[in-house]
């Protein structure tokens, strides 16, 4: 029995994400770390790729199987029948001799013979699925739980939701900024990349190239999706003044407004100690050494003397529906419920951080969802509680600028994640 590095770390990623609710992005870099550059890509497509399609995958194997099967049996065929699917450089017979391998390795020795026939089936060709309502069909064919299709429906119509749930399924283009021009290989990367049209430094590399990760270990670079440097960017302050960013782990828009100010002072926390740690190395990784990193319960209270920043940053924990395209797992984890609960934590963080900023001084509320509850709700409920802050346009391209004052990017308008910016200035 043999089996690929790349299917091999794939399969114990995916059984991670499923069994514990883990993190892809969290678990890829652990298990390819000791992969070759080819293998890693291999690796990462097929954990990305199986979690983009799962819903669909698993409507294809109910189809030929009416039994219920192990998990590992069933991921297993998830991942074969993604590569014959998919993934056209792979041979037919070396994806199906090596999920039957998969499934081997998994202890599963008595399914071998049901996974290579299934998968033998779906080589000759795909099973006709049928729909209860065109919903099941979106909901399905795009791999997104029906309770969210059906919001975006209701918002955005029949056809844009199709275009925002293609868009989370695709190969993102890799965003990244420059931490060390001079550093080996960052020239020939810059070459290969194209320049963002919205935020300085931001450059886009094609989905795929090894060397981005490369530079990314060694921190010559530093990944960062676009939209993400754009809320950083929205800070509007000048280079002496004090900016505090109130949920700031992981650290990149830390980093980045940090860099930007290198005479000022930037504080910067988080709730969990692990979180702080990761935070503050970060931090340093990217070259920000005017960071003062603290840890604290932003919904409870913030250590801070009242009206002491100059600017302050909520980029509030949230459901993280716009950064599915990169994040694909996260569409099985949320539950329509969420939003109620995170509408009431973000409105708490977002009052208490307030209360630090000084006279005069701004206010960005943010989010990587794309829900209003979470977003237009929010800060329509913060100004009706008091007098103090009014809206002011968010420092970002025109393009992205709303009817009613707030700034949104899309996955599928502006190929990058989707993200909320709202800005405030107090009156007094």
Same mark, same amino acid.
């Given at each position: 029995?043999?089996?690929?590095?790349?299917?091999?770390?794939?399969?114990?990623?995916?059984?991670?994400?499923?069994?514990?609710?883990?993190?892809?992005?969290?678990?890829?870099?652990?298990?390819?770390?000791?992969?070759?550059?080819?293998?890693?890509?291999?690796?990462?497509?097929?954990?990305?790729?199986?979690?983009?399609?799962?819903?669909?995958?698993?409507?294809?194997?109910?189809?030929?199987?009416?039994?219920?099967?192990?998990?590992?049996?069933?991921?297993?065929?998830?991942?074969?029948?993604?590569?014959?699917?998919?993934?056209?450089?792979?041979?037919?017979?070396?994806?199906?001799?090596?999920?039957?391998?998969?499934?081997?390795?998994?202890?599963?020795?008595?399914?071998?013979?049901?996974?290579?026939?299934?998968?033998?089936?779906?080589?000759?060709?795909?099973?006709?699925?049928?729909?209860?309502?065109?919903?099941?069909?979106?909901?399905?064919?795009?791999?997104?739980?029906?309770?969210?299709?059906?919001?975006?429906?209701?918002?955005?119509?029949?056809?844009?939701?199709?275009?925002?749930?293609?868009?989370?399924?695709?190969?993102?283009?890799?965003?990244?900024?420059?931490?060390?021009?001079?550093?080996?290989?960052?020239?020939?990367?810059?070459?290969?990349?194209?320049?963002?049209?919205?935020?300085?430094?931001?450059?886009?590399?094609?989905?795929?190239?090894?060397?981005?990760?490369?530079?990314?270990?060694? @921190? $010559?670079?530093?990944?960062?999706?676009? #939209?993400? =440097? +754009? /809320?950083? &960017?929205?800070?509007?302050?000048?280079?002496? !003044?004090?900016?505090?960013?109130?949920?700031?782990?992981?650290?990149?828009?830390?980093?980045?407004?940090?860099?930007?100010?290198?005479?000022?002072?930037?504080?910067?926390?988080?709730?969990?100690?692990?979180?702080?740690?990761?935070?503050?190395?970060?931090?340093?990784?990217?070259?920000?050494?005017?960071?003062?990193?603290?840890?604290?319960?932003?919904?409870?209270?913030?250590?801070?003397?009242?009206?002491?920043?100059?600017?302050?940053?909520?980029?509030?924990?949230?459901?993280?529906?716009?950064?599915?395209?990169?994040?694909?797992?996260?569409?099985?984890?949320?539950?329509?419920?969420?939003?109620?609960?995170?509408?009431?934590?973000?409105?708490?963080?977002?009052? @208490? $951080?307030?209360?630090?900023?000084?006279? #005069?001084? =701004? +206010? /960005?509320? &943010?989010?990587?969802?794309?829900?209003?509850? !979470?977003?237009?709700?929010?800060?329509?409920?913060?100004?009706?509680?008091?007098?103090?802050?009014?809206?002011?346009?968010?420092?970002?391209?025109?393009?992205?600028?709303?009817?009613?004052?707030?700034?949104?990017?899309?996955?599928?308008?502006?190929?990058?994640?989707?993200?909320?910016?709202?800005?405030?200035?107090?009156?007094?």
């Amino acid at each position: 029995m043999k089996v690929s590095p790349a299917r091999a770390a794939a399969f114990d990623v995916l059984t991670r994400v499923e069994a514990e609710r883990a993190f892809s992005s969290v678990l890829l870099p652990i298990f390819e770390s000791d992969l070759r550059p080819l293998d890693r890509g291999l690796c990462h497509e097929l954990v990305l790729g199986v979690l983009r399609r799962q819903m669909w995958l698993d409507r294809v194997i109910d189809a030929f199987v009416q039994k219920k099967l192990d998990p590992e049996v069933r991921l297993a065929l998830r991942l074969g029948i993604f590569q014959l699917v998919f993934l056209d450089k792979i041979p037919d017979h070396s994806a199906i001799n090596e999920t039957v391998n998969l499934a081997q390795r998994a202890k599963k020795t008595s399914a071998k013979g049901l996974v290579n026939a299934v998968l033998r089936r779906v080589s000759k060709g795909l099973p006709v699925l049928e729909f209860h309502d065109d919903v099941e069909r979106i909901a399905v064919e795009m791999s997104h739980p029906r309770w969210l299709i059906e919001r975006w429906l209701q918002r955005l119509g029949p056809s844009e939701t199709e275009d925002l749930a293609k868009a989370n399924n695709s190969r993102p283009a890799i965003a990244f900024r420059v931490i060390d021009q001079e550093a080996a290989g960052v020239n020939e990367v810059l070459q290969a990349s194209k320049p963002s049209e919205y935020v300085e430094n931001c450059f886009l590399a094609k989905p795929g190239t090894p060397e981005i990760f490369e530079l990314a270990a060694v @921190n $010559a670079i530093y990944i960062q999706d676009e #939209g993400s =440097q +754009l /809320i950083a &960017s929205a800070i509007n302050t000048g280079s002496g !003044e004090k900016v505090l960013d109130v949920c700031a782990a992981p650290g990149g828009k830390t980093g980045m407004i940090a860099l930007a100010r290198p005479e000022g002072l930037v504080a910067a926390g988080d709730l969990h100690w692990k979180r702080v740690q990761f935070l503050r190395e970060n931090c340093l990784r990217q070259g920000a050494g005017n960071v003062k990193v603290v840890q604290y319960d932003a919904a409870i209270a913030l250590p801070f003397a009242a009206e002491t920043f100059d600017a302050v940053l909520v980029d509030a924990p949230c459901s993280g529906t716009g950064t599915i395209r990169n994040n694909p797992e996260i569409r099985y984890f949320l539950a329509a419920d969420d939003l109620k609960e995170l509408r009431k934590k973000q409105s708490k963080i977002l009052k @208490n $951080a307030a209360a630090a900023v000084k006279p #005069g001084g =701004q +206010l /960005i509320y &943010s989010t990587c969802s794309l829900e209003p509850e !979470e977003n237009e709700h929010v800060c329509e409920q913060f100004l009706r509680d008091g007098p103090f802050f009014e809206i002011v346009k968010p420092r970002v391209p025109e393009h992205f600028i709303t009817s009613d004052g707030f700034a949104r990017t899309w996955p599928h308008r502006d190929a990058m994640d989707g993200f909320f910016i709202a800005a405030f200035q107090r009156r007094f």
